[in-house]
């Protein structure tokens, strides 16, 4: 019987991986539909907290992130608006993305959330877009399939 189990705990602890993992595409996705959402309803502009999706009546309700154990997802940014001189102002794209944590949310001026991506630095068990890391795992508004874009961290001096 002991052998029994411990040939049965690792299957299921791996099965229990896979279905984190499947919830977690699924809670990614759903954020990035209601940011598609929020875009129809308010065009040009994107939410500046993660609330703003369930006060605009674009996601029901807030799902933590499944493969952290805070339950916090770290956000993905449109990169705040830099000057170079003699251009103006220009934001900084689609092809990079910054991701701040939601504490680090409070220390970005007009922040404009795009996506999501899970904060847990683990090794998955499946491989998602080419990456087999969580926090790699990247959910936006107007992500291209193969076109990954330049990620910025936000670092703690900010």
Do not use: H
Request: aromatic residues 8%.
């Amino acid at each position: 019987m002991t052998l029994g189990l411990l040939v049965a705990v690792p299957v299921l602890e791996t099965q229990l991986k896979r279905e984190n993992e499947e919830e977690l595409i699924f809670r990614g996705q759903q954020y990035v539909e209601a940011i598609r959402l929020y875009q129809l309803k308010r065009p040009g502009s994107f939410p500046q907290s993660l609330e703003e999706l369930t006060k605009e009546k674009c996601l029901r309700r807030l799902y933590p992130d499944p493969a952290s154990k805070s339950g916090q997802w770290n956000l993905l940014l449109i990169p705040p608006v830099t000057a170079s001189p003699g251009t103006g102002a220009q934001a900084g794209g689609t092809d990079k993305l910054l991701v701040a944590t939601p504490a680090g949310l409070k220390k970005i001026s007009r922040p404009q959330i795009v996506g999501v991506v899970s904060s847990s630095p683990e090794k998955s068990v499946r491989i998602y877009d080419g990456e087999e890391y969580y926090q790699k795992w990247l959910f936006y508004y107007g992500q291209t399939p193969g076109k990954k874009p330049q990620l910025i961290y936000q670092t703690a001096e900010k």
